[in-house]
């Protein structure tokens, strides 16, 4: 298991990410969609385009984060589909 960085959470996102502003998520989606720098990972990219839409946006891009967290979604296997919930959205 490779080691983490000095300030980085369990998972793949760095700590007190989930806290930062909504178009910061919002680009952590599309590198994961697009597989930018990290490896492409639909769950991933639908849990920040999802956190980033519930997010302080402006309307537009509230509207196309959601609509980008809609795409991913089709493109999930039916196992990516059941690990969404585990990383806090349905």
């Known amino acids: 298991m490779p080691r983490r960085g000095k300030g980085e959470a369990a998972g793949s996102a760095p700590a007190g990410v989930f806290f930062h502003p909504p178009k ?49 979604a089709e493109l999930m296997t039916r196992e990516q589909i059941a690990e969404a919930p585990g990383l806090g959205f349905p």
């Open 24 to 72: 910061a998520q919002y680009n952590l989606g599309v590198l994961y969609d697009n597989g930018q720098g990290v490896p492409q990972d639909y769950v991933q990219a639908h849990m920040w385009y999802n956190l980033s839409a519930a997010g302080s946006l402006p309307s537009e891009d509230r509207d196309s984060a959601a609509e980008n967290g809609d795409i991913v």
